[in-house]
């Protein structure tokens, strides 16, 4: 019987080491080919032994490229969206945790239809919006832009957060003599703490790693960094080495902030239906 | 405290989709600035052009094809891992990797990984006696950005169902040991029953995404070659912003904003089902 297992084990184990295979070859050969020269990165079979070269990363950072341009402008827009999802969020998701409204499942739905409208069919009336008050090409109206998904999502993750927190808690600061405000402030939010930060990681990730949305809100010196990626692709062909350098650029903050909130990340991708 | 979200929410989600119903009943085509009234024209040229049509199919191909095999794939692995003694955190957090990936940049990387010249996979493909520019041949581009998709997103199911299997209790696994089942069984009538709802989740969460981007086709095919990864979202973009049609468009989104919509109140449903 041991021994089976043992084997059945051995069989589990291998085949794991294939998905896993399949999940990060992909990646790893993107970093791989980012710090191999243009012959290098070309040859097949792949070569695995060579002297790693960091001119490509050398080039947009120093050279006359935009790339600081693009990632400074890709940090506003994510922070700026961000802070302003998670004010209105966590005040109105905890009104939507510990309100009682009669309305509450058609304020629910609505939250869940505007986090989950398809972008296409959100880009095209904002659009007409934009051209209107002048904000086509502009950081705030990108900003705004990701507002629409990121504030239903912060209003609706911090109400599954706030219900978490046992409103005993708050009804023992209050007979203490707090005001509800200050109940709200100095009992709720620090105990939903880590709800808060890693619902503010899941905004930060879903603006920077957009594509869409920039590609028609974003003009001359407002573009972010996915922009870059796909100004790579040419008639003329595609610029390959830099193509994997800014792809690696792009991934390695949210890969770093993804394992930052770990934990959450089950909660967060589900809309908070499993914990 | 809930006033001021819902003010902005209001702003940004239902005053643009209110905007969207009146565009789709204007002409854009001589000025932008001033469009005329348009009755029904707008979505009579939508709703009869074939385009449109042969659009939703293959967005029903591409979300049914990317979906099952999805789903498929991440129980599969889910249930690898819950019945692994050891390195079941390290496994799983390596995993996900690719749902931190842009979806700009998936599409890119496996552009540069099938390309027909200096593709790694497509290398693989040669060698194995397959010659195909894979990206380029109608009949394999939608089963490659299928495939995008399937890589990118089936971490997603897996860690949704993994935190299910977890929280399975272990009294039923017991006596079903003890009543003699094997392991398969207890896969088949105790673990999968018990995570339906996860799997319910993890399916409805991914369809409405898989509506939601287009980012990966956009970069990695165009929607080509000759329309055959043009699903409804990229022919959306196209008929806005290459044919500058405003008010078809607007018709057309609003096609797609009541399947997405249909999706998310199913979604509440289950949400709520099981959750006092």
Redesign the interface.
């Known amino acids: 019987m041991a021994a089976s297992r043992r084997a ?2 051995t069989v ?2 291998l ?2 080491l294939v ?2 295979a ?3 070859v ?2 790893l ?2 970093m791989l ?1 980012s710090v191999k020269t243009q012959v290098n ?2 040859s ?3 070569k695995l032994i060579f002297q790693p070269t960091f001119d490509v990363y050398g080039e947009m950072f120093a050279g006359r490229g935009d790339f600081a341009e693009f990632l400074t402008n890709s940090v506003i827009v994510a922070l700026v969206t961000t802070a302003l999802s998670l004010l ?2 966590v ?2 998701g ?3 945790a510990r ?1 009682n409204f009669k309305r509450e ?1 058609d ?8 986090r ?14 934009f ?2 008050l002048g904000l086509i090409g502009t950081t705030t109206g990108l900003v ?1 832009a990701y ?2 998904f990121n ?2 999502f912060a ?1 609706w993750m911090m109400s599954t957060f706030f219900k978490d927190v046992p409103i005993d808690l708050e009804e023992a600061a209050m007979i203490d003599g707090c005001s509800k405000f200050r109940a ?1 402030w100095r009992v709720a939010v620090p105990t939903a703490a880590p709800g808060i930060v890693a619902t503010g990681v899941l905004c930060l ?1 879903f603006a ?5 949305f920039a ?2 809100f974003t003009g001359n010196g407002t573009q972010t960094v ?1 922009i870059a ?2 100004l ?2 040419s008639q003329s062909g ?1 610029k ?1 080495g830099q ?2 350098a ?2 690696t650029v ?2 390695m903050p ?2 770093l ?3 930052l909130v ?1 934990k959450y ?2 909660r967060g ?7 | ?2 006033l ?3 003010i ?2 209001a702003a ?2 239902l ?3 209110f ?2 119903i009146y ?1 789709s009943f204007m002409d854009y085509a001589l000025d ?2 001033k469009p005329r009234f348009a009755g029904f024209d707008n979505w009579k040229g939508v709703l009869t052009a074939d385009t449109f049509w042969e659009s939703w199919g293959r967005t029903a191909v591409y979300a049914g094809g990317g979906l099952i095999a999805q789903l498929a794939l991440g129980i599969a ?1 889910a249930l ?2 819950y ?3 050891k390195f079941r955190n390290l ?1 799983s ?13 998936t599409g ?6 099938l390309d027909p ?2 593709g ?1 996979y497509n ?1 693989f493909l040669q060698k194995l006696g397959m010659n195909v520019q894979i990206l380029g041949d109608t009949a394999y581009a939608m089963p490659a950005v299928i495939l995008m998709d399937v ?1 990118e997103w ?3 199911i897996t ?2 169902v993994l ?2 299997l977890q929280t399975v209790p272990e009294e039923p696994l017991e006596a079903a040991e003890v009543d003699g089942a094997n ?1 398969w069984q207890k896969v088949r009538y105790i673990l999968l029953p018990m995570v339906r709802r ?1 799997i319910v ?2 399916l409805l ?1 991914r369809s ?2 898989i ?5 990966t086709i ?2 990695a095919t165009e929607g080509g070659p000759a329309d055959a990864t043009k699903i409804i ?2 022919y ?2 196209q008929v ?2 290459r044919f500058q049609d ?1 008010g078809g ?2 018709a057309l ?2 096609t ?2 009541i399947v ?2 249909l ?3 199913f ?2 449903k ?2 709520r089902s099981e959750e006092a």
């Open positions: 059945l084990h589990l184990y085949l794991l998905i896993l399949w999940g990060l992909p990646i050969y993107m080919s990165m070309f097949m079979p792949p209105l969020g005040m109105g905890f009104a939507l309100g499942k304020i629910s739905f609505w939250i869940i239809s505007t989950m409208a398809p972008i296409p069919a959100v880009i095209l009336p904002l659009y007409l919006i051209s209107k705004f507002t629409t504030l239903p209003l709200f990730m920077w790693n957009d594509y869409s590609s028609i996915p990626v796909s790579l692709v595609i390959w193509a994997m800014t792809g792009i991934i949210m890969v902030c993804g394992f770990r990340m089950v991708l589900s809309m908070g239906a499993v914990k | 405290m809930l001021p979200s819902m902005v929410l940004v989600s005053f643009p989709f905007f969207m565009a932008m600035d692995v690898l891992l019945h692994i003694p496994f957090t390596l995993l996900m990797l690719p749902l931190f990936v842009a979806p700009i940049v890119l990387l496996w552009r540069f990984l010249t200096y790694l290398w890589w089936t971490p997603l860690i949704i935190a299910g392991g996860m989740v993890a969460v409405m995404d509506l939601r981007y287009v980012d956009t970069i979202g990229y959306l973009m806005a912003f405003i468009a607007a989104g609003l797609m904003l997405s919509t999706l998310g109140r979604f509440i289950v949400m």
